[in-house]
């Protein structure tokens, strides 16, 4: 049996970055399923929720600097997994502070969403940023 530094046993060090399986201490970078169902509820719920509350949201540009890097192949899929996560609470029917009440509906959304952006700002790249400026001026064309 080879020994690590500090006379640890490479048979029981983590792999991946991973405590050993049935130790109850795995570490979960996401949860591939909720991961899923957030994704399609952004999907499916999205562009119908930002076209009617468009106006209303002072955080717009960085809800869709989010969105972009959430649906961009390139960004990691830790990244994903908390941008979809706040995306999805943002569409969701029921909210910590429902959205029609005069301002302070967004509140929580916006709080949300500020965490996730906060906790992968690094990931969020120039390029998501243009397109979103692009989407706010399709938005307010329309």
């Given at each position: 049996?080879?020994?690590?530094?500090?006379?640890?046993?490479?048979?029981?060090?983590?792999?991946?970055?991973?405590?050993?399986?049935?130790?109850?201490?795995?570490?979960?970078?996401?949860?591939?399923?909720?991961?899923?169902?957030?994704?399609?509820?952004?999907?499916?719920?999205?562009?119908?929720?930002?076209?009617?509350?468009?106006?209303?949201?002072?955080?717009?540009?960085?809800?869709?600097?989010?969105?972009?890097?959430?649906?961009?192949?390139?960004?990691?899929?830790?990244?994903?997994?908390?941008?979809?996560?706040?995306?999805?609470?943002?569409?969701?029917?029921?909210?910590?502070?429902?959205?029609?009440?005069?301002?302070?509906?967004?509140?929580?959304?916006?709080?949300?969403?500020?965490?996730?952006?906060?906790?992968?700002?690094?990931?969020?790249?120039?390029?998501?940023?243009?397109?979103a400026k692009?989407?706010?001026?399709?938005?307010?064309?329309?």
């Amino acid at each position: 049996m080879a020994s690590g530094e500090g006379g640890v046993s490479d048979d029981t060090a983590p792999a991946g970055g991973r405590e050993p399986s049935g130790t109850g201490r795995e570490v979960v970078l996401y949860d591939p399923a909720k991961l899923q169902r957030d994704q399609a509820a952004v999907e499916d719920g999205f562009w119908k929720k930002l076209r009617r509350v468009a106006s209303k949201l002072p955080f717009l540009d960085e809800l869709l600097a989010a969105y972009y890097c959430a649906i961009d192949p390139a960004t990691p899929l830790q990244v994903k997994a908390i941008l979809f996560g706040a995306l999805a609470y943002f569409i969701m029917p029921v909210d910590l502070i429902p959205d029609f009440i005069a301002w302070f509906g967004f509140t929580d959304d916006a709080a949300v969403l500020f965490a996730a952006i906060r906790t992968v700002s690094g990931n969020i790249k120039p390029g998501h940023r243009e397109q979103a400026k692009a989407s706010l001026a399709r938005l307010a064309a329309d």
